[in-house]
Nanobody
Framework: QVQLVESGGGLVQVGGSLRLSCAVS????????MGWFRQAPGKEREFVAV????????IYADSVKGRFTISRDNAKNTVWLQMNSLKSEDTAVYYC???????????????WGQGTQVTVSS
């Protein structure tokens, strides 16, 4: 089993930026595709972004395309989510996720972090 620990969440104003980090331990980090999902109050968990094990393939949800960037460093066992031009609708708990393939369906995720709160205020 792999352990994932997110950090970097917080309160930011509309139009601001945040960078989320996810530190991974327990297994070979480069074996996994890594992703970010989010869950707002009263809503289902939704896909945000995913990156392949090599970093060569990235997929984004339409709602964040052009504003968010996912990246990883296999030497540091870390994946990041750079979030720019934040909107109030980006407010959610953000979860780091590990998967055996590049997936966008939360049901295919094998390991989850504990989540970090992102609040975008106007």
């Amino acid at each position: 089993q792999v352990q994932l620990v997110e950090s970097g969440g917080g309160l930011v104003q509309v139009g601001g930026s945040l960078r989320l980090s996810c530190a991974v331990s327990g297994r070979t980090f480069s074996d996994y595709a890594m992703g970010w999902f989010r869950q707002a109050p009263g809503k289902e968990r939704e896909f945000v972004a995913v990156v392949s094990w090599s970093g060569s393939r990235r997929i984004y949800a339409d709602s964040v395309k052009g504003r968010f960037t996912i990246s990883r460093d296999n030497a540091k066992n870390t994946v990041w989510l750079q979030m720019n031009s934040l909107k109030s609708e980006d407010t959610a708990v953000y979860y780091c996720a590990a998967a055996s393939a590049v997936v966008t369906d939360s049901r295919a995720i094998r390991d989850w972090g504990q989540g970090t709160q992102v609040t975008v205020s106007s």
